[in-house]
């Protein structure tokens, strides 16, 4: 047992790090609202091997476990990069193209509650395939076939998306126990995000303290505002902790109950990205109720997640499914 | 990375829970809490047994007694000893946890000799004397004093939330043997024997009625210098020792106790019935549980991960703040679940008819005082925002 990266690991980190820095700084991303989601991003993200990295290599793809898409998929949260990633990464071994990136594809699982007669499909406009996980399996909806206006005002502004009237039935590609495993990667792989916000927004915060003087002196000081802090921390800690020990037992189911690890890693990943990016907001005070600072994109893009794959309740109902066996 | 046990790791581990699957219903049920003298002999005992088997001081290392396992076997160790629902480390805490760490860090080769095989034997009782009333969680703000005079150390003060005073051989000690300098660097680390006259003990009755804690009255106590663990005046630096031997492990037993409880407590919510359903058909109930156990969970899951930092490293990091802090949390949160499950049950602190509720009761009112011992939540977080996220100091 080591439970720590690799060397191996930490390049992988630094690299895709490298990658999302330089292409999504914050400075910048005024500029991505405009046109927040292309075809070329898609081929950029495919080309880090952001999609295909858990392929085998005879099938295009870079041959690398769990564990190391969940470091990946940290990176990406940390700089809430746009576009349907998650889907991409669950999906690349469904759907033929997504790994070298010439196919744009996302997911809808119906469970989630929507308004009658209306379906709010991300990046809807620019899909190639919409694969569908109904109650009795899998479809794949060509993106052609799909429908709809734009929202006006998404809430997140790098989170298109398309409302639906007629989503059409597709063509039946999977039964249930394939819906069952691409839930389970998807969900990890959010929790994977999750856990790169909820990294973020206690950095940001820090940062943004420490720098904020009031009554003659940086509000980091005050006891209010640290533990504050503090309590960030501890759950980027918890939520780290949790989905690599989830990503490891999805790569190696002897040593743990996979299911129960990745409804665990969800629930805690889900509530410390939603906790840090509000108390990110609370901390920059005034200057976290405008447009122009960071914390309200984490917020919202972590509203998206939370409405992609399933609540955090219902990741505890899994849980407390599996509570007998850890 | 990866989580995997290694052979030899499962090795340790079937031929533990082999052992402990016979010695642990043998030793029976603690005594009644209130009886010092059997739950001495049901502590000490069981000490002894663990002694005689080899597993005793499982991380302490083998030159003193210890297993000297390495961090997955204890890791290991800590899983079978909850899962078995071994006994409570109980009056060997202090030595076991605590002051035989210290003398293993600090300790002369004489006060090695003396203590560590006694204590590893279950032979001597150990406790704390550092709390005073008017020094908590501002602990070098101590006031008892020893004055040096001749081959002894003359102490004088008042120290509280002294546990297992009443049953103690020996005390270990905090005094201000310098007055004169800022308050962390007059303080001294002593070893004092119960039994010198001039001690006086008075038990402290806590919220849960009966007590581990008493105050303790020290009046011209003469502790011989000998008795001086490490450099005088440098009793601070080595109050912190502790806390690097237990190598971040220091709360893996309780968190996966966590896990254990709460699939225990699923048990008990599958048998509640009421109005032809169960208290388990609840969804509020269910996803509460679930909540809890995923937190349980990640804890967990930090605790291999600092581990797995201490052996890359050779330290545990400071990161052992994080882990107390949410732990000590959430295990408020799990036995207050325990207790509202047992509903009516739980406003008895005697176990009834066979059911655990007096158990879940009472854990769940001692799950107050760790958020308060040994560093309170307030304070780890004061440590966590200046020493990891480097935000200034408040002035203390």
Known sequence: ?326 | MDLRYSDADEKFRRELRSWLDQEVPKHGAPPPRSDWDARRDYDMGWQKKLFEAGYAGVNWPSEYGGRGATLTEELVYYEEYARAKAPYVGMNFVGLRHGGPTVIAEGTELQKQTHLPKILRGDEVWCQGFSEPSAGSDLAALKTTAIRDGDHYVVNGQKTWTSFAQKADFCELLVRTNPEVPKHGGISWVIMPMDLPGISISPIDTIRGESDFAEMFLEDVRVPVEHLVGEENDGWRITNVTLRFERGSAWAQDIYELKEFLSDMAEVARNITSDGATAWDDIGLRREAGHLAAEADSLWALMKWQLGEVARTGMPGIGGSALKLAFTELNQRVYEFGTRLMGRMGLSRTDLAGHRNGYTVDTFLNTLSLTIAAGSSQVQRNIISERILGMPKEKR
């Open chain 1, 1 to 326: 047992m080591e439970f720590q990266f690799t060397e191996d690991q930490t390049a992988l980190q630094e690299g895709i790090r490298s990658f999302c820095e330089g292409r999504f700084p914050f400075d910048g991303i005024a500029e991505l609202e405009k046109a927040p989601f292309s075809k070329e991003l898609w081929a950029e993200l495919a080309e880090m091997g952001v999609f295909g990295l858990r392929l085998p290599e005879d099938q295009g793809g870079v041959g690398l476990g769990m564990a190391d898409a969940a470091i990946v998929f940290a990176e990406l949260g940390r700089r809430v990069v746009p576009g349907p990633t998650v889907w991409g990464a669950a999906l690349a071994s469904v759907i033929d193209g997504v790994a070298s990136g010439e196919v744009v594809v996302s997911g809808l699982d119906t469970r989630l509650a929507s308004p009658a007669g209306m379906t709010l499909v991300d990046y809807g406009d620019q899909l190639d395939v919409l694969v569908v996980l109904r109650s009795d399996g899998v479809y794949r909806v060509e993106g052609s076939a799909l429908s709809g206006e734009l929202v006006e005002e998404p809430l997140d502004p790098l989170t298109p998306m398309l409302a639906v009237t007629d989503l059409p039935q597709g063509e039946k590609i999977g039964d249930n126990d394939l819906a069952h495993q691409i839930r389970v990667e998807a969900t990890l792989l959010a929790s994977a995000f999750f856990l790169g916000m909820a990294e973020s927004t206690v950095e940001y915060a820090v940062a943004y303290a420490k720098g904020r003087e009031q009554f003659d002196r940086p509000i980091a000081g005050f006891q209010a505002i640290k533990h504050i802090a503090a309590d960030m921390y501890v759950k980027q800690e918890m939520a780290r902790a949790a989905v690599y020990a989830a990503a490891c037992t999805f790569d190696d189911p002897e040593i743990g109950n996979p299911i129960r690890a990745i409804a665990s890693a969800r629930v805690v990943a889900g509530e410390a990205a939603m906790h840090n990016a509000r108390k990110c907001v609370q901390i920059y005070g005034g200057m976290g109720f405008t447009w122009e600072m960071p914390p309200h994109y984490y917020l919202k893009r972590t509203f998206v997640l939370e409405n992609t794959l399933g609540t955090g309740e219902f990741a505890s109902e899994i849980v407390a499914r599996h509570i007998d066996a850890a």
